[in-house]
């Protein structure tokens, strides 16, 4: 499916319309309903896969996600929705497993790959420290529905490449 008409789709409407953003980690599924719209999407299992975490459905991007091990994007979204779970070690794991030309445009703007790695295992102890602390929690998930959705138009955009 193009990403044009991915776009367009009620579903990544929904999802991207979403507020306020999605806890940093979610007790449930945002919303039942899109579960079955996402699964039935002709997209590639790494678009399905960010859909899911951008509704909190943790457990199936992570069965997309490990479907793929060893592709840098299905690895990126492991360690994401590890970190949500919260499963805060795995998360940094699976950060150490993978790199990939997209994340200084997400975690570095003008930076490196290696200062991006470093930015997102530095996410993780600040959202542990965070949700432990219940201060910040708000600017934390701001920060993270960012990371999430700059993640989720890069996928969206080279569909067919990725």
């Known amino acids: 499916m193009a990403s044009v008409e991915l776009w367009s789709l009620p579903v990544v409407q929904t999802l991207f319309a979403r507020s306020p953003p999605a806890p940093l980690s979610a007790k449930g599924i945002w919303r039942q309903g899109l579960t079955a719209q996402i699964n039935q999407l002709p997209a ?95 600017d934390h998930e701001k920060r993270q529905w960012e990371e999430m959705t700059k993640l989720a138009r890069i996928l969206i955009d080279s569909e067919r490449e990725l």
Not at 48 to 61: E, T, V
Not at 93 to 102: D, L, M, N, T, V
Not at 105 to 119: F, R
């Open 44 to 138: 590639n299992l790494n678009v399905r896969a960010i859909l899911h975490l951008l509704n909190d459905d943790f457990d199936s991007c992570h069965k997309l996600a490990q479907t793929q091990e060893g592709n840098p994007y299905a690895d990126h979204l492991h360690s994401i929705a590890h970190r949500r779970e919260p499963d805060y070690c795995n998360s940094k794991y699976w950060i150490g497993r993978f790199s990939h030309e997209h994340l200084p445009e997400i975690y570095s703007p003008g930076g490196t790959v290696t200062q991006a790695k470093e930015e997102m295992n530095m996410f993780v102890d600040t959202v542990q420290s965070v949700e432990a602390s219940g201060e910040g929690v708000a």
